[in-house]
């Protein structure tokens, strides 16, 4: 199986950039994290890989395949799936029929569905009770348990994830990280954005670290843990008690 | 004399919710809307009359032929007109569909003439007469067909998956492309649905009020008017508004002036948008701060 | 460049009667001038505030009807029949932007169109009054040679009217209004006052223009009112310029010449027709004039500050004194389709002193702020302003309390320059008299200079006064962070909140700011309430920290003590491992 590598991105909204010569790899069966401060850029840049941003420069490919600059709906079928910060579930339709969407951009049309949406619910037994409840009836775990699961229909080979824990009390927040960490376990590859970096870091592979739109630190996700400047500016002084 | 009122207000309203539920489809998928909704009316009635009447095809034959060229006319207004303008925020889709009406009317007017035309139909014959109201069986197939339609759409809409996914559009058009969907495609296919059941309804309308290319003007306005009324974005708003509108008219033309129809119509407009300023049946934006 | 380019149509215009006597041609000037009043009129509605009309054939005829009555049925000479059309374009225009108050987009088109439909059909109906189709004949009339003169006085008027208006706080405040309603309010600007304002200015002058027409012709009828009239309206001003002061006498031009160039292609006038303005649409996103301008501005050179206008440092002085508490926010509670997004939330802010609210990302923090000044209406709970209530209160009412925002993605407004911004927020809600503005009174020089200096006096402060003549949309993302703080503070406020004002900034950038925050605390500024993720800057300068979670704070107190705080490192900081 191929990587998701990016190399040399840069982004811009008009006049201002916002992500400057990024560079970053994402290897089968991985789960990689890229931290950072709000406005930092990591929404942007997992909007530019999705296809949703265009980028200003740079090279975005999934194997030897450039995806850079190709709209959305082309990246999804390349086996890329954005599950998108705020989770974007279509709230006018069933539970059933959000996945079904999410089902479009699977690359092998042809096998049955049923056991398709049996298995990504799986994870997710709250959901299985409510297929038929229209999605914005659910609550904002739920929403977001339905988004991942969403994301799990078109089978992708990269699972992109922006914050997952946003807007989700404390208990949510540890479950939803489990089922990420299950799911690395039956071999999803992973590109977590995320802003609780305790927890992105516990049980990431590799880590980077962004900055006003640069790459500032990579590594193993153990190093990047255990950085002065990382602990200090991301993890709170708590860890340094 | 009411029943007839009843029956024209019935047909005539259930056209109006016909051609504002395509304001409504592409409104819902895109935020933007063909403002020469009208035209797409008249050039249903106008390619419907040059294959039945102009060329002698049978009438069916000609009805089918005449679909897929509405649907054509709707995705090009879309190219032409809307999709350039997609993300800018200014009005220049308004004004470039209105532009695309302009000229669909001129072209009209070559081929056709200036005149208005009767289109012949068996069904608008011989009046009906039930007691001392006489009306044309034509005026009974209208909001049969008109009725039946927008049930078509809404099962296309909720039934499919074609429908689903311009559902998803709608709703939030970024993660509708995050799941695969060709977005443009699906607002050009709204356009096309737009201009589809506006044409119906110039075919259906064509032997009641005659064919010319002007004719689209004012039931264009008249839809959009019902489409403001019953809600953008409500389907269910909109066909009520239309049956509402139609019976209105009927009845104030049918006992105050045809000039009093207008002013109590868009009158109701204005009234409707000062208690309700997103329609009887729509849903108020929410507030982005 | 501008004043050449006036100089030389004012020169034109003074020169077509010497030039031709051809009364055609002296008429085609006049219809000219008329479109370029009615253009100028929508583009005070359109332009500048941003509501697009589809009936100001309707005033247009309120004008010419008004007019023709005075004239033909009470026996009124011309100046006083003019103004009568116009009072009565005006007083009908503020009815109806009154009534269009929450609407906007398709549904304001629809109640322009409809308001143009029945205006049109009552003239054809009411044949008592209007003659019926038939329309009011004899009025009297001047000879062409003197319509012209005061048609040409009256849209060189107009025009001056409209560029004063412009470079006035009310156009400020319209231009706010359109480029960012949510800012707008939140600094004290009411946009259904700016927007009916707008409305009623627009519908006076299309009032004048129909008046002029009136006895212009010396016959009007329901025909020259249509839907198709209204287009032809907004079609000049975007084909000449929106926004623009000049763009409503070049689309005035074209479109009173482009259907006599094509006379001789009757057949295919409306393809022409519309295939020009398609063209335009594309080729002319921002009208002839946008097009010429930013061709030019590519070639000059940057405007340099005068040096009397700049370091005049006046620090923001805070409203209140006193010690107690200045905002008390009690058990708030809102909700979102069902989602809950604040319950029982409850904190005090002292009159002085920084107070931060930090928590997870979508734990309500903004949520908290929009409700705080007024943007959201809370379900549940109390929001006292110095002890007085302020909970469900339009957010400009509410900025005229003394509380001031800044938003986490900063909205300043890209349409005026960034000393404009911060004029805006100097003027607040006093925005002088309107006749002043329009008029340009002497009274208005002196308190635009003063707005200005005061302006760039606070741009100073933060390092944007090089910057303050460019266009705020030039701005990049931190400067411009940096101009919305200034832009509120020049509100001179008791409250000030700041949403998440260290994202996206350098460490520099948020040392700065830090610094900035501090020395405001010190010289005795409004109390700030601080949303925000940065832990170092939050640690740093905070007096007090309010920790939301959930919807919930879970802690409150000096940050020393909410740092140990066990279920704050849970929620927030993180499990040490």
Redesign the interface.
């Given at each position: 199986m191929s990587a998701l590598t990016v190399s040399g991105l840069s982004v811009a909204y008009?006049?201002?950039t916002?992500l400057h010569d990024v560079s970053l790899e994402v290897r089968p069966g991985e789960i990689v994290t890229v931290i950072g401060?709000?406005?930092?850029g990591k929404t942007t840049l997992l909007k530019t890989v999705?296809?949703?941003l265009r980028p200003a420069a740079g090279r975005i490919a999934v194997g030897e395949r450039s995806i850079a600059g190709r709209?959305?709906?082309e990246v999804?079928?390349c086996g890329v799936?954005?599950v998108?910060e705020g989770r974007?579930?279509?709230?006018?339709?069933t539970v059933r029929?959000n996945l079904?969407?999410?089902a479009?951009?699977r690359a092998d049309r042809g096998q049955p569905i049923g056991p398709q949406i049996d298995r990504a619910v799986a994870h997710f037994p709250a959901l299985r009770e409510r297929l038929d409840r229209p999605a914005?009836?659910l609550?904002?775990g739920q929403q977001q348990m339905l988004a991942v699961a969403?994301g799990l229909m078109?089978q992708p080979r990269f699972l992109l994830l922006d914050?997952p824990?946003?807007?989700?009390?404390?208990l949510l927040v540890r479950e939803i990280f489990t089922v990420i960490a299950r799911l690395r376990d039956e071999g999803v590859t992973v590109l977590l954005v995320e802003?609780?970096?305790?927890?992105a870091l516990?049980f990431a592979d590799r880590a980077y670290v962004l900055e006003?739109g640069r790459v500032t630190l990579s590594g193993p996700a153990h190093e990047i843990?255990s950085n002065p400047d990382v602990v200090?500016?991301y993890?709170?002084?708590?860890?340094t008690? | 004399m009411l029943v007839q009122l009843l029956v024209t207000g019935l047909a005539l309203g259930s056209m109006y919710g016909l051609v504002a539920l395509g304001y409504h489809i592409t409104w819902a998928t895109s935020r933007t809307m063909n403002f020469s909704q009208g035209h797409a009316v008249m050039v249903g009635a106008v390619i419907a009359w040059g294959l039945a009447v102009a060329a002698g095809w049978p009438l069916p034959a000609a009805l089918l032929a005449t679909l897929p060229a509405l649907a054509a006319f709707g995705a090009l207004i879309e190219r032409v007109a809307v999709r350039p303008f997609f993300r800018a925020s200014s009005p220049a889709w308004l004004l470039s569909t209105i532009a695309c009406g302009i000229i669909a009317e001129n072209v009209a007017q070559l081929l056709f003439g200036k005149d208005a035309r009767a289109f012949p139909s068996s069904l608008t014959q011989r009046p009906i007469l039930v007691g001392g109201a006489g009306f044309y069986p034509q005026e009974l197939l209208i909001p049969m067909v008109g009725l039946g339609l927008m049930a078509l759409v809404q099962l296309f809409y909720h039934r499919t998956g074609y429908g689903r996914q311009l559902k998803a559009v709608a709703w939030n058009a970024e993660a509708a492309g995050l799941m695969g969907i060709n977005v443009p495609r699906a607002v050009m296919a709204a356009y096309a649905l737009s201009a589809l059941l506006a044409g119906v309804a110039g075919v259906l309308l064509a032997p009641l009020l005659n064919v010319a290319p002007t004719m689209g003007t004012i039931i264009g306005l008249k839809a959009f008017a019902v489409a403001i009324i019953g809600g953008l974005t409500s389907a269910p708003g909109i066909v009520l508004a239309g049956l509402g509108y139609g019976l209105l008219e009927a009845v104030v033309a049918g006992y105050v002036s045809t000039g009093a129809r207008e002013i109590v119509g868009f009158g109701l407009v204005i009234l409707v948008l000062v208690v309700r300023p997103w329609g009887l049946l729509g849903a108020p934006p929410a507030r982005r701060v | 460049m501008a004043r050449a380019g006036w100089g030389a149509v004012a020169a034109a215009a003074l020169l077509l009667p010497l030039a031709t006597s051809n009364t055609y041609y002296l008429y085609l000037a006049c219809s000219v001038g008329l479109l370029a009043i009615v253009a100028a009129g929508l583009n005070v509605l359109a332009g500048f505030a941003g509501q697009i009309s589809l009936g100001h054939a309707g005033f247009y005829a309120l004008g010419a009807y008004g007019a023709a009555l005075a004239a033909t049925g009470l026996g009124w000479p011309l100046w006083a029949s003019v103004p009568v059309g116009m009072v009565a374009a005006a007083i009908v225009g503020a009815a109806v932007g009154a009534a269009a108050l929450r609407v906007s987009g398709p549904y304001l088109a629809m109640v322009t169109i409809a308001f143009g439909i029945i205006v049109e059909h009552v003239l054809m109906e009411w044949v008592s009054l209007t003659g019926g189709p038939g329309g009011i004949f004899n009025i009297p009339k001047l000879a062409v040679g003197g319509s012209y003169w005061l048609i040409a006085a009256a849209t060189a008027v107009t025009l001056w009217l409209t560029a004063n208006l412009r470079a006035s706080a009310w156009g400020r405040a319209l231009l706010a209004v359109k480029s960012s309603e949510v800012a707008a309010e939140a600094l004290g600007i009411s946009a259904y006052l700016a927007r009916t304002t707008a409305f009623t200015i627009s519908a006076a002058l299309a009032g004048l223009a129909g008046g002029l027409f009136a006895i212009l012709n010396g016959y009007i009828s329901p025909d020259s009112f249509t839907l198709q009239t209204s287009i032809v309206f907004l079609l000049a001003l975007l084909f000449g310029g929106l926004g623009s002061v000049a763009g409503p006498l070049v689309g005035g031009v074209a479109l009173t010449l482009l259907p006599e160039l094509l006379t001789g292609l009757a057949d295919y006038r409306l393809i022409l027709y519309g295939s020009l303005l398609l063209i335009s649409i594309y080729g002319l996103p921002t009208g002839v004039v946008g097009a010429v301008r930013s061709r030019a501005r590519r070639h000059a050179p940057h405007p340099a500050l005068s040096p009397e206008t700049r370091g005049r440092e006046a620090p923001p002085q805070g409203k209140g004194g006193d010690a107690a508490a200045l905002l008390e926010v009690e058990g708030l509670g809102v909700s979102f389709g069902g989602v809950v997004a604040l319950s029982g939330v409850t904190l005090t802010v002292p009159s002085n002193g920084i107070t931060a609210v930090i928590g997870p990302n979508g734990a309500g923090k903004t949520t908290l702020i929009n409700l705080i000044t007024g943007y959201y209406r809370p379900d549940a709970g109390q929001i006292r302003l110095a002890g007085e209530p302020i909970a469900g209160h339009p957010p400009y009412a509410v900025a005229r309390r003394g509380v001031a925002r800044t938003f986490q993605t900063a909205q300043p407004f890209d349409d005026l320059s960034v000393v404009e911004n911060v004029m805006i927020g100097v003027a607040g809600a006093r925005l002088g008299h309107l006749g002043g503005a329009l008029l340009h009174g002497p009274g208005t020089s002196r308190r635009e200079r003063a707005l200005r200096a005061r302006a760039l006096a606070l741009l100073d402060a933060v390092g944007l006064a090089p910057r303050a003549e460019e266009p705020a949309a030039s701005l990049p993302a931190g400067l411009r962070r940096g101009l919305e703080i200034a832009r509120a503070l020049a509100t001179e406020p008791r409250l000030l909140l700041l949403d998440e004002p260290a994202a996206g900034l350098s460490p520099t950038e948020i040392a700065d700011l830090a610094a900035r925050l501090t020395a405001l605390r010190s010289r005795g500024g409004p109390a700030i309430v601080l949303v925000e993720h940065h832990m170092d800057l939050v640690m740093a300068i905070s007096d007090r920290i309010s920790v939301l979670d959930y919807g919930r704070v879970i802690a409150a107190g000096a940050p020393a003590a909410v740092r140990e705080n066990p279920m704050v490192i849970e929620a927030y900081l993180g499990v040490p491992a």
């Open positions: 008009g006049a201002a916002v401060g709000n406005g930092a999705a296809g949703v709209p959305s709906w999804a079928r799936a954005l998108p974007g579930v279509f709230g006018d339709q029929d079904l969407l999410g479009l951009a914005g009836a609550s904002g969403r078109a914050e824990s946003l807007g989700l009390a404390p802003q609780m970096a305790a927890q516990a006003r843990r200090r500016a993890l709170g002084t708590a860890r008690r | - | -």
